[in-house]
């Protein structure tokens, strides 16, 4: 009988041989395939849904730090629900060193593969889409959002079995085959061997020319329309005259904000993610193109500001994939923190995945002092996981300890004005 995309399958096919203890839910450890050296990494569902937290995060980076400086094959093998949330900021602040890792392992072109468990949720579906290729094992789902937040976000009962065969539909394993080229969908007859040697073969073509490629063909999943900004909300004029108090020049279209500004550093340009709405596919998109067009420029300095403090919990997004979105975010500062001085100020809310997409990549995190909130996912996401109805503010220098940010950035008073 041919192995099948589990834990156990994996380690059957490829002879796994630990290396070191188990972090929690991470396995890390090496095999062979067809003569082939392969090293390999199990998130498991042992405990709390296979989530990640601090010492999960640290195992794994180690991994993706050593792969980074000297390329080697990577089985990925996901069954996790994404970051360890009862574990709070300092989750956070190791998934962004994490995915900051796991950014720089794609880059240096690290031949990766992705074999999918029953959950990929959150920020496992993002370390999914660092690979080159996916699995999907017959009951998986992938998704930013699980099903159950889903269901409240759109006001429904978890119970409902209409709406979780609708979800099941959209985020399972057949949905995500139809999606991307790059997702395979098991069944019987599938020989996953060979898939596996052919999806860790290397690439003859960079990391960042993937990348690129994946950018257009995300362009190409949505409707014309949408690629295009729909409309202004105004400038949040206070954080950016404090920023750049020798002048600015910036335009925000639909939550996207792009221009230039001058402050202490001189001439630098700034890229923002400004939606005070929950971001969708589109604007991720809108945002990851102007990034990726900025990358084509000659600046020198890059300032990315962030105010989002979630991405949407709607089908709609989902069923395009919206983790996939948020990673070529990510893949776009990489390459551009590769060229520019490149820093992230967090000048309002943030958090969960969109906070990572942004935050992994750059080199400096700063949280505008009076103005920052960050936090591990909204309260209602929280509430749906947990079932607590509250998370406590974060104290002031509660970012800098947890590692979710690098310094406060004290600038004076910032009171939130829109013009």
């Known amino acids: 009988m041919s192995a099948r995309p589990t834990a156990e399958g994996i380690r059957e096919l490829i002879g796994f041989v630990p290396e070191g203890a188990p972090a929690g839910n991470v396995t890390i450890g090496r095999g062979a395939l ?20 601090v010492a999960e995060c640290t195992k794994l980076g ?20 994404g970051a360890k949330v009862s574990e709070g900021l300092p989750a956070l602040g190791a998934f962004r060193r994490l995915f900051a890792s796991g950014l720089a392992c794609a880059l240096a072109g690290t031949p990766m593969a992705a074999v999918l468990g029953t959950n990929c949720f959150g920020g496992a579906s993002m370390l999914a889409h660092l690979a080159g290729a996916r699995l999907f094992g017959p009951h998986t ?25 609708m979800a099941d539909a959209t985020i399972g394993a057949a949905g995500r085959a139809k999606a991307s080229a790059a997702n395979t969908a098991w069944h019987e007859e599938l020989d ?16 960042l020319a993937g990348w690129l490629e994946r950018h257009r063909l995300l362009g190409e999943r949505l409707p014309p329309e949408a690629r ?22 910036a335009d925000e279209a639909d939550g996207v904000l792009t221009g230039e500004g001058e402050g202490a550093h001189g001439r630098e340009a700034i890229i923002g ?10 604007a991720a998109w809108r945002f990851a193109d102007s990034a990726w067009r900025l990358g084509r420029s000659s600046a020198a300095r890059v300032r990315v500001l962030l105010d989002c403090a979630t991405h949407a919990a709607g089908l709609d997004d989902e069923r395009i ?99």
Do not use: K
Request: glycine content about 8%.
């Open 62 to 81: 180690a991994l993706f730090d050593e792969l980074a400086a000297r390329p080697e094959p990577l089985l990925l093998f996901l069954d996790s629900a």
């Open 228 to 249: 295009s900004a729909g409309g202004s909300r105004g400038l949040e004029r206070a954080a950016l005259d404090a920023l750049f108090p020798q002048g600015w020049n």
């Open 321 to 419: 994939v919206l983790s996939e979105f948020i990673v070529d975010m990510a893949d776009a500062l990489a390459v551009l923190a590769r060229q520019s001085t490149l820093e992230l100020v967090v000048t309002g809310e943030a958090g969960g995945g969109v906070y990572v997409a942004l935050a992994g990549p750059a080199p400096v995190v700063s949280a505008l002092a009076g103005a920052a909130v960050i936090r591990v996912l909204p309260q209602a996401a929280i509430a749906a996981i947990l079932g607590a109805d509250r998370e406590a503010a974060p104290e002031a220098d509660a970012y800098v300890r947890s590692g979710v940010a690098d310094h406060e950035l004290r600038l004076g008073v910032i009171r939130n004005s829109t013009t």
């Open 192 to 207: 996953i061997a060979q898939w596996l040697a052919h999806a860790l073969r290397p690439s003859p073509r960079s990391a």
């Open 34 to 53: 067809e003569g082939h050296t392969v090293r390999c990494a199990l998130v498991e569902n042992r405990a709390a849904s296979g989530a990640l937290g």
């Open 273 to 282: 993610l400004v939606r005070r709405a929950p971001l969708g596919a589109a």
């Open 141 to 165: 789902r992938l998704a930013m959002s699980g099903p159950a937040i889903l269901a409240t976000s759109a006001g429904i009962s978890t119970t409902d079995e209409m709406f979780r065969a």
